[in-house]
């Protein structure tokens, strides 16, 4: 059973900086296709950002240049970075594993990310 436990949400002001991190267990996650998305109040679940397998990368156009996903496959563990972020930001964002294969996919329970003006 896959399991994703994500932390490092926060409140934090405008302009600021988070990082998020995701760890993933049960998985075969280095062939897994992995990322966030967020949902803020009021809104659908949108993606943030994936990483492929193959660390092939791809951010929504509202946080391209703001947000980085990372991913490292000896400890399971999928981070965003966060710089600049704005009052839109807010929402919860959770992690997100893609098995391609089996056509699979698990999300974590969401972490709160409150930006404030």
């Known amino acids: 059973q896959v399991q994703l436990v994500e932390s490092g949400g926060n409140l934090v002001q405008a302009g600021g900086s988070l990082r998020l991190s995701c760890v993933a267990s049960g998985s075969k996650f280095d062939i897994s296709t992995v990322g966030w998305y967020r949902q803020g109040p009021g809104m659908q679940r949108e993606v943030v950002a994936t990483m492929t397998a193959g660390d092939l990368r791809n951010y929504a156009g509202s946080v391209k240049g703001r947000f980085t996903i990372s991913r490292d496959n000896d400890k399971n563990t999928v981070d965003l970075q966060m710089d600049r972020l704005s009052v839109e930001d807010t929402a919860v964002y959770y992690c997100?594993?893609?098995?391609?294969?089996?056509?699979?996919?698990?999300w974590g329970q969401g972490t709160q990310v409150t930006v404030s003006s």
């Open positions: 997100y594993l893609l098995q391609r294969w089996a056509g699979d996919e698990y």
